[in-house]
T-cell receptor, first 116, second 113 residues
Framework: AQTVTQSQPEMSVQEAETVTLSCTYDTSESDYYLFWYKQPPSRQMILVIRQEAYKQQNATENRFSVNFQKAAKSFSLKISDSQLGDAAMYFCAYRTSGGGADGLTFGKGTHLIIQP | DVKVTQSSRYLVKRTGEKVFLECVQDMDHENMFWYRQDPGLGLRLIYFSYDVKMKEKGDIPEGYSVSREKKERFSLILESASTNQTSMYLC????????????FGPGTRLTVL
């Protein structure tokens, strides 16, 4: 079974600065997908960014980018120019590539605080 | 925009009651999921469904069952609610491909007394 580990229960960053959230995972599969989800205080979970394991290029979405290290099984999220609206719980998630009907395996989450 | 709705935001039930949590999606997604979210544990998959009347157990199915009679609706059933089922329940839906994101509902905070 796959596992996802987020070692930082809470992180704090000054507004406009850059912060990196860590995520490691364990799998014996060679092809899979990785996701970062954001859950603001209102509780609606939304996708931030995703990465296909067979792609070497790191995914980027505006101020959000990932550092995907397949050999190290590491998938960190970098948020540049942090904004107050970035304050939320962030979850790293893994999904197998087979079938397409499987659920996500989530980490325990990192609570990101943005200091004004 | 994809919309996933859940029947209640907050629910209070008594031990032993039968509880139904309803989820509806409006984007014709094949897959639907039920997760449970607890502080310090993240989200854990209870059950999922990839088609009408089809269901698969997730990581923590004990004490739960599901029903999917129509493509857009996926119900989570607690046959006899217990206090350890007090939790936040999140429903999600998505297209069949593993690369596709899952869209989440707002959640139901269930308290079992």
């Amino acid at each position: 079974a796959q596992t996802v580990t987020q070692s930082q229960p809470e992180m704090s960053v000054q507004e406009a600065e850059t912060v990196t959230l860590s995520c490691t995972y364990d799998t014996s599969e060679s092809d899979y997908y990785l996701f970062w989800y954001k859950q603001p205080p209102s509780r609606q979970m939304i996708l931030v960014i995703r990465q296909e394991a067979y792609k070497q290029q790191n995914a980027t979405e505006n101020r959000f980018s990932v550092n995907f290290q397949k050999a190290a099984k590491s998938f960190s999220l970098k948020i540049s120019d942090s904004q107050l609206g970035d304050a939320a719980m962030y979850f790293c998630a893994y999904r197998t590539s087979g079938g397409g009907a499987d659920g996500l395996t989530f980490g325990k989450g990192t609570h990101l605080i943005i200091q004004p | 925009d994809v919309k996933v709705t859940q029947s209640s935001r907050y629910l209070v039930k008594r031990t032993g009651e039968k509880v139904f949590l309803e989820c509806v999606q409006d984007m014709d997604h094949e897959n639907m999921f039920w997760y449970r979210q607890d502080p310090g544990l993240g989200l854990r998959l209870i059950y999922f469904s990839y088609d009408v009347k089809m269901k698969e157990k997730g990581d923590i199915p004990e004490g739960y069952s599901v029903s999917r009679e129509k493509k857009e609706r996926f119900s989570l059933i607690l046959e006899s609610a217990s206090t350890n089922q007090t939790s936040m329940y999140l429903c999600a839906s998505g297209l069949r491909s593993s690369y596709n994101e899952q869209f989440f509902g707002p959640g139901t905070r269930l308290t079992v007394l």
